[in-house]
């Protein structure tokens, strides 16, 4: 269990420092209060230490503050920001796939904002970390072929099945009577009174996050991945989570 602690460390010292940095003080704190008060599926996840999902969260906090302070900040990236997008980047891939994501939405994001860094030298340091941290996973496909892209039987490339509904979606988060119906609410509203209160260029940041919350979303749910129970009515469930 030491490794899964050290792993949930470091998921809160990346999210702590993102916010900190982007939102102020008041954000962070709110950050680790969620943090410390999370869904249970993601607790538990935590303390598993599978290896994928859970500590691939720390490669994509790395990557959102990093491209954050590039876009909001009129200076080049330092080498030892570079060397750390790439190797997060990398590392992060072969962890999980979902770190791809945040990769290509701050590539986007930078070839629309600010393009003249793909002619750097910092574009070419992080091109070379990116291609470091992919060794593990060329090795792996080297091993097993194609089965590398495979996860829990499904293809990434497979056709979605189905769409799974929002309440559904939230349903499988919540499972705690009391976090879903009055923690959370009163979470979420501190939250955006933590944003209205914080500091720098807010507006762009917020939309920046939301807009890469938003293509999230998107992917998971036209995606083969979407594992969850689809209930016709959540909140008895919610009230109950006994309920089955």
Not at 71 to 78: H, I, N, Q, S
Request: with cysteine; charged share 10%.
């Amino acid at each position: 269990k030491l490794v899964a602690l050290s792993t949930c460390l470091a998921v809160l010292w990346a999210g702590w420092r993102l916010a900190r940095r982007h939102f102020g003080l008041l954000s962070a704190q709110l950050f680790a209060l969620l943090y410390v008060l999370a869904p249970l599926t993601w607790q538990k996840l935590g303390l598993l230490s599978l290896g994928i999902h859970y500590e691939a969260t720390f490669f994509v906090l790395v990557l959102l503050d990093l491209l954050l302070r590039w876009l909001t900040e009129a200076r080049a990236p330092t080498r030892c920001e570079a060397l750390a997008f790439g190797c997060a980047g990398g590392f992060g891939v072969y962890f999980s796939y979902q770190v791809a994501l945040p990769l290509a939405f701050a590539a986007v994001a930078l070839v629309l904002r600010r393009p003249a860094l793909f002619a750097t030298r910092a574009c070419a340091l992080a091109c070379t970390a990116f291609a470091l941290g992919l060794v593990p996973l060329l090795i792996m496909f080297a091993l097993v072929g194609k089965s590398v892209f495979d996860v829990h039987g499904t293809s990434l490339g497979a056709a979605p099945e189905r769409w799974e509904s929002p309440c559904a979606f939230f349903d499988s988060l919540y499972s705690a009577p009391t976090l879903a119906v009055v923690a959370y609410p009163l979470l979420f509203v501190l939250g955006v009174f933590g944003l209205w209160r914080a500091r720098g260029p807010l507006l762009q940041r917020t939309l920046l996050l939301g807009g890469f919350l938003v293509a999230w979303m998107g992917v998971y749910l036209n995606s083969p991945l979407v594992v969850a129970r689809v209930v016709a009515h959540p909140l008895p469930y919610v009230l109950d989570p006994n309920e089955q």
